[in-house]
């Protein structure tokens, strides 16, 4: 059974390039998390979907971030121009409405996106 | 808002040695507590959770933690670690009436069991 897959696992680019970082989450759950791990802040919620619908977006840092979930089965996140501070690990997560309610979340193993 | 610490960023421990992880939170009502681990090259997965009654909470793989209301704290311990517990553990909250949205990280402790 395929848990959440997240792609690139790894990236690096340049200032001002911009990074696209992917999520397909499990087959039939209907609720998908974008989160941002770093050293000073742990991990942050930058923002969920719920049947393919933003429903809380006030973690997106800025502007330069945008998050889309064009279907059940994928969703991007983007950032416009990258900036050095955007290194992190961005996970994704996903849950069925039943599962939320106990907590449990179903993560990918992350992108670590690196901005010289 | 809802916040958590966990104070210890880092902590190496020889094996069979106890162990107990520090999480503390910062919210008025009540909450719902969590401790997920993730090992190397793995990713985040639940370990235990805490939603009511018994403030002593068992996990898988001899996990334990103790929530202490008066204390806003929701501890880890496991009596003796193995090689394999060598992973990152993160302690979340989440609002009384909202599981899992509005889930709360702290900022993880790295752990690692020397053989």
């Known amino acids: 059974d395929a848990g959440v897959i997240q792609s690139p696992r790894h990236e690096v680019t340049e200032m001002g390039q911009e990074v696209t970082l992917r999520c397909k989450p499990i087959s039939g759950h209907d609720y998908l998390f974008w989160y941002r791990q770093t050293m000073m802040r742990g991990l942050e919620l930058l923002i969920y979907?719920?049947?393919?619908?933003?429903?809380?977006d006030s973690g997106m840092p800025e502007d330069r971030f945008s998050a889309k979930m064009p279907n059940a089965s994928f969703s991007t996140l983007k950032i416009q121009p990258s900036e050095p501070r955007d290194s992190a690990v961005y996970f994704c997560?996903?849950?069925?409405?039943?599962?939320?309610?106990?907590?449990?979340?179903?993560f990918g193993e992350g992108s670590r996106l690196t901005v010289l | 808002a809802q916040s958590v610490s966990q104070h210890n960023h880092h902590v190496i421990l020889s094996e069979a040695a106890s162990l107990e992880l520090g999480c503390n939170y910062s919210y008025g009502g009540t909450v719902n507590l969590f401790w997920y681990v993730q090992y190397p090259g793995q990713h985040l997965q639940l370990l235990l959770k805490?939603?009511?009654?018994?403030?002593l909470v068992k996990g898988i793989k001899g996990f334990e933690a103790e929530f202490i209301k008066s204390k806003f704290s929701f501890n880890l311990r496991k009596p003796s670690v193995q090689w394999s517990d060598t992973a990152e553990y993160f302690c979340a909250v989440s609002p009384g009436n909202n599981a899992g949205n509005m889930l709360t990280f702290g900022g993880g402790t790295r752990l690692m069991v020397k053989p």
């Open positions: 805490y939603f009511s009654g018994d403030p």
């Open positions: 979907f719920n049947n393919n619908v933003p429903i809380d």
């Open positions: 997560a996903s849950s069925l409405i039943r599962q939320l309610y106990t907590g449990e979340l179903f």
